[in-house]
């Protein structure tokens, strides 16, 4: 518009120009003679032409110039137009209302899935999604009328080919002057994946929300930037108290320093880390969660948040351990049941088989339980299970297992180092118990049982096998008459009885002396005299005869009467040597065996003074042999023990020598004059060459420590030549004679060894 009106003004100044000049040019000629006229019209016309020619060639250049230039700038503007496009991928649209014409750019046809150089005038709205079309449609006739600043919509699009997505529209009209849109041009987008990150995002915003794990995002400087709603309601703080603060205000204080540090070690190593981790909730109660976090880095790998997300696990531990309770108890007497004990037996088993340790097992059957239940109802029958559980109870030390495995069937797991007697005097115990009446609903009911044991593992090699014998044992109880104990091994079950047979009677045998020591003679090996005599204690049982030290000595050690008998039979070997010597039999000594339980009694020193003074002995003449293994296994009060007796002058015997684990250093600072060889080196001499270097090196140990050499359990004349001529001082054994009472010594002491 402008241009033209440009035009016509240039045009009218040159046409009045022109006109003046031609006028003006024309009337100062008329003013010149005719013949000049002629001429300078001439010159005046050809001058004319040349110079409007040359005004005309410079306007014609100037507008050639000018529309290059543009024509240049409209093709630079064109192409960054193209390249934007393409670099952004849109698509161009131009829709030429009055023309009704519609140009796609290739893209625009890719986005909505036509070939290059459609133009679907009439039907584009079929390319759009069935629920889009009337959005569409509606957005697209507001901004026509003129609605709308800008056409903006957003739909999907179905490809002919099934496929398809979220396109963006935007554009704007072209209006004429009456506002009439005349155009609409525009781009297209594909903002399928736009659309699908925004959905994302909004269900990990409703997730956030909803979810009943707690959630909380820290900055990288570790400072709080937002929690959920259930982080809110786990911890009891509202989102305002802890936002900008360090996490570490939920810290339960459970954890060390090295807990963390490994947590954070391995979340900057691999990005995450997950466990259960004890937290303080608002209220100051601390509980356990499990937690999950993660370390979220941006695209160029830096650390840009952490995202925690927990679960309170409060509730599931309860409810675990609730219905790990039920299913390891009997609901009826709360014992463990069958299970729980069958777990708490293999642990044991395993332990004992490291350690080389045993275990008890009671199998417990009530005795005509089921009378009860018949007469009584069941809820009596209940009422009497649980009272016998309650009794039962009292028995069991910190590390049994007493478990209800069937209705009046139970089960004690004894997992500490009882012996055979003992178990015995348990089983004895829980029958007693058992037997003092039941009061059951106002009436008093007599109840009994029957037991039966077995021991790992020797009564079996797993849980089941030896529940199986135990209660194989208990049947035989119940056969012998019920209300009694059986072990599953027959000699077990005598060897328990008499056992505690003999500890009540062992009581009985101090008091009234059915005590008695026997005295078995030394001789000189060299002289072929009598040097001394081994006092060794005998008991003389009312009923039962002579029992051996070998059997009732173990039972006094259990029973604490070790010290009583040791002390017993020193005062008789003292009075008895007083005895000989005073009758000239020429007995230099005797000795007397001396168990470690005694010496560490500590009260030793002043029993073998006052027995020395009692019978007026010198302490040379006391000789006390104690064990290899026990002296080697004394503490240093002990030791100290000896030394105060060998200072007193008594003379000291390391007994069953060779079968003990010397130290040699240690039994280099003992205060020891003798060492006894064991019967067990002397038995196989002299065939066995094994024995015979044995007892060699023994002997040749015992000269170099300067010590006096005794060999035991000499039997034959042989074992006798040999252990001379290997240097043996003295020897002991039943060549000369069997452990005697005194008044069978003393013929014996009459006459010179003969042997
Ligand atoms: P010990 O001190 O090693 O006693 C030697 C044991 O060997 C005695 O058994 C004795 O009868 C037996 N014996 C002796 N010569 C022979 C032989 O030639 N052949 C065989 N086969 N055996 C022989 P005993 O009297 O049954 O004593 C057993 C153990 O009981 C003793 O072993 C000793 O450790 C302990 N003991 C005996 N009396 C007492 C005592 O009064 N106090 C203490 N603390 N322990 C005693
Ligand atoms: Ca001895
Ligand atoms: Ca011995």
């Given amino acids: 518009m402008r241009s033209s009106s440009g035009a016509w003004v240039v045009t009218l100044s040159y046409i009045v120009v022109a006109t003046v000049w031609v006028l003006f040019s024309d009337s100062w000629l008329r003013m010149l003679d005719i013949e000049l006229q002629y001429r300078l019209q001439t010159v005046k016309g050809v001058g004319f032409v040349l110079v409007t020619g040359v005004l005309l060639f410079f306007s014609v250049r100037y507008h050639l110039r000018r529309r290059r230039q543009q024509e240049y700038a409209l093709r630079r503007s064109q192409e960054r137009f193209d390249l934007a496009l393409t670099g952004g991928n849109d698509g161009v649209w131009d829709w030429n209302i009055e023309a009704q014409q519609l140009y796609l750019s290739p893209r625009s046809c890719e986005i909505l899935g036509l070939p290059p150089g459609s133009a679907p005038l009439g039907d584009w709205l079929h390319l759009l999604a069935a629920e889009d079309r009337a959005g569409a449609h509606t957005a697209l006739v507001q901004h026509l009328r003129g609605d709308t600043e800008r056409l903006d919509v957003t739909y999907r699009v179905v490809h002919p080919d099934g496929g398809g997505g979220w396109v963006h529209a935007g554009g704007r009209a072209v209006r004429d002057d009456a506002g009439r849109a005349t155009r609409l041009v525009g781009v297209l987008r594909d903002v399928s994946e736009q659309v699908a990150r925004e959905l994302r ?14 959630m909380l995002i820290c900055d990288a400087g570790q400072t709080i930037i937002d929690v959920n709603n259930a982080f809110c309601s786990i911890t009891g703080y509202r989102p305002d108290e802890v936002i900008g603060r360090h996490p570490n205000l939920l810290a339960s204080g459970r954890h060390d320093t090295a807990f963390y540090r ?5 979340l900057m190593g ?17 509980y356990p969660q499990w937690q999950n976090i993660i370390a ?34 009997d609901p009826l007497t709360k014992l463990p049941n069958r299970l729980l004990l069958n777990e708490r037996l293999s642990t044991a088993m395993a332990r004992a088989r490291r350690q080389g340790g045993e275990l008890g097992v009671l199998f417990i059957d009530l005795d005509r339980f089921k009378g009860v239940n018949d007469s009584l109802g069941h809820s009596a029958g209940d009422q009497l299970l649980q009272r016998v559980a309650e009794r039962m109870q009292t028995v069991c030390d910190d590390g049994d297992t007493l478990a209800r495995l069937s209705s009046d069937e139970f089960a004690l797991l004894i997992d500490r180092p009882l012996g055979v007697e003992q178990l015995g005097k348990l089983a004895e115990r829980i029958l007693r118990l058992l037997q003092a009446p ?5 009436q008093l009911l007599h109840m009994s049982a029957s037991v039966g044991l077995a021991i790992f593992p020797r009564d079996g090699c797993d849980g089941a096998e030896l529940l199986k014998n135990a209660d194989s044992a208990m049947s035989l109880a119940k056969q012998r008459g019920r209300n009694g104990y059986a072990f599953y091994t027959q000699d077990l079950t005598e060897q328990a009885r008499r056992r505690l047979s003999l500890e009540t009677d062992l009581h009985e045998a101090i008091g009234t002396g059915q005590l008695r020591v026997y005295y078995q003679l030394q001789k000189s090996l060299s002289q072929d005299r009598w040097v001394s005599a081994e006092a060794l204690v005998r008991w003389e049982h009312p009923s039962q005869g002579i029992v051996s030290p070998g059997e009732f000595l173990p039972v006094a050690r259990q029973a604490g009467l070790m010290g009583e008998i040791d002390e017993y039979v020193l005062d008789e070997a003292c009075r008895q040597l007083r005895s000989w010597q005073q009758a000239g039999y020429g007995l230099q000594s005797v ?3 001396m168990s470690g339980y005694w010496l560490e009694r500590g009260d030793v020193v002043r029993c073998v003074e006052q027995a020395l003074q009692r019978h007026g002995l010198p302490p040379a003449a006391l000789e006390l042999e104690v064990t290899e293994d026990e002296m080697m296994q004394f503490g240093d009060a002990a030791v100290q023990l000896l030394d105060r007796l060998a200072a007193l002058g008594v003379r000291l015997a390391i007994d069953d020598f060779g079968t003990g684990h010397s ?41 170099s420590l300067h010590l006096q050499l005794i060999a035991e359990g000499v039997e034959t004349a042989a074992q006798q030549t040999l252990l001379r001529e290997l240097g043996c001082d003295v020897g002991q054994g039943y060549l000369y004679n069997r452990p005697l009472p005194a008044a069978q010594i003393e013929p014996l002491l009459q006459g010179a060894p003969h042997a």
């Avoid at 490994?262 to 391995?266: L, Y």
């Avoid at 020891?672 to 065939?687: A, T």
């Fill in 201 to 214: 995002l909004r269900q990990a915003g409703v997730m956030f929300d909803c979810t009943s794990e707690g």
């Fill in 262 to 266: 490994q947590m954070w070690q391995q």
């Fill in 270 to 286: 691999s990005g995450r880390w997950s466990g259960e981790i004890w937290n303080r909730r608002k209220n100051g109660e601390i």
């Fill in 296 to 329: 979220v880095r941006d695209q160029r790998g830096e650390l840009s948040h952490y995202v925690a997300v927990f679960a309170d696990l409060s509730t599931l531990k309860r409810n675990q351990q609730e219905i790990d309770y039920l299913a390891h108890h």
């Fill in 438 to 442: 039941f009061e059951l609903s106002g």
């Fill in 591 to 593: 000795a007397v065996n």
């Fill in 663 to 703: 130290s040699l250093l240690r039994l280099k600072r003992m205060p020891v004059n003798k060492l006894k060889i064991d019967r067990g080196f002397v038995v196989d001499l002299p065939g066995s060459e094994r024995d015979s270097a044995m007892a060699r090196a023994i002997i040749a140990l015992g000269k």
